[in-house]
């Protein structure tokens, strides 16, 4: 159970610089964090996160009776990512990297051809040099970042 009061947005944790380590969504009901096992499946949940809150049962066998897969404490690092946002389109990669700082996380898009977009100006550039993903728009990308949570920052970490 989370030492704060519930929180129903869905969250990435992270142990290392650069990516991802752990993917996790709270459960809307029992409050308790599941793991996701694959980015994929977390944007997933994330692109309708308001409309359909996440709950245990949404995991194969997953019940509220279960014990938490893992807690939100300050043994790893924490960030809170904003709910419905677009899933990274086919062939894409999204990539979150945590400033040595803990300041923030950056986040970036791969193309299938290995060249990285840092902002909507550059997707829309790239979408307009190729035309191939005409059905795809700036709106399929995010650039929010999550959340960086204060209290789950390691204290050997001073700004
Ligand atoms: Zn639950």
């Not at 944790?13 to 308790?32: D, H």
């Not at 986040?107 to 190729?130: D, W």
Request: a neutral charge; hydrophobic letters at 25%.
């Amino acid at each position: 159970m989370a030492k704060d009061s519930p929180r129903t947005t869905k969250t990435s944790r992270v142990a290392s610089n650069p990516s991802v380590s752990i993917w996790a969504a709270q459960c809307g009901k029992c409050y308790k964090w599941r793991k996701i096992s694959t980015q994929e499946e977390f944007e997933e949940i994330r692109s309708k996160f308001n409309e359909e809150p996440f709950h245990c049962e949404n995991k194969p066998n997953g019940s509220c009776d279960d014990p938490a897969d893992i807690e939100y404490d300050s043994s790893h690092t924490w960030a809170i990512d904003k709910p419905n946002q677009p899933k990274t389109p086919t062939g894409f990669k999204r990539e979150l990297y945590l400033r040595s700082d803990y300041s923030k996380m950056d986040a970036y898009y791969i193309t299938p051809s290995g060249k990285k977009l840092r902002s909507t100006n550059e997707v829309a550039a790239f979408l307009q040099q190729n035309p191939e993903y005409s059905d795809l728009s700036t709106s399929n990308f995010s650039f929010k970042s999550p959340k960086i949570m204060d209290d789950t920052i390691p204290s050997s970490s001073t700004k």
